[in-house]
């Protein structure tokens, strides 16, 4: 089963290739193009407008990443491919990156070691002496004696 994004992203694809010229459509494999369209959201309507350029076209990120496999894949001359690669990795590298920045693991450690400390800090030592029934027992015929003295 597809996911809802997805079957979106099918159908906008579907809709944006119906503006390629005939010799680039066919450039892609007929069963690629069946698979889009098995998997299309047939509910969902996207209109393509060609006439804005391409910063303002709306699209979903899945169907973005679509267009740039099929380019890729099936455009791309080599000098292309290479540089969107490159450029593929250097997004990759950023985002890896800003995880790492992000999750720091020595960081993660020290926190938690200063949340410790602060936790130790932060508990007085009172000595709770637990009262048990014999204990309590004791007590009651000590003050019963101290009472009876007087």
């Keep these: 089963m597809m996911s809802n994004q997805y079957a979106k992203a099918y159908t906008e694809i579907l809709e944006i290739l119906k503006?390629?010229?005939k010799k680039e459509y066919e450039k892609?494999?007929?069963s690629k193009i069946e698979?889009?369209?098995?998997?299309?959201d047939k509910n969902y309507t996207y209109q393509f407008d060609i006439t804005k350029p391409t910063a303002e076209v709306t699209m979903l990120?899945?169907?973005?990443?679509?267009i740039i496999s099929l380019f890729r894949d099936f455009f791309a001359s080599e000098n292309q491919k290479q540089k969107l690669q490159s450029l593929l990795q250097a997004k990759e590298n950023a985002y890896q990156?800003?995880?790492?920045?992000?999750?720091?693991?020595?960081?993660?450690f020290q926190r938690r070691?200063?949340?410790?400390?602060?936790?130790?800090?932060?508990?007085?030592l009172v000595v709770v002496k637990k009262s048990t029934m014999l204990n309590r027992i004791m007590e009651k015929i000590k003050n019963f004696l101290r009472i009876g003295r007087h």
């Design 19 to 21: 503006y390629l010229p």
């Design 28 to 30: 892609i494999p007929q």
């Design 35 to 40: 698979f889009y369209e098995e998997n299309q």
């Design 61 to 66: 990120d899945e169907t973005k990443v679509i």
């Design 97 to 108: 990156e800003k995880i790492r920045e992000q999750y720091k693991v020595e960081d993660i």
């Design 113 to 124: 070691a200063q949340k410790k400390e602060e936790t130790y800090a932060d508990i007085s």
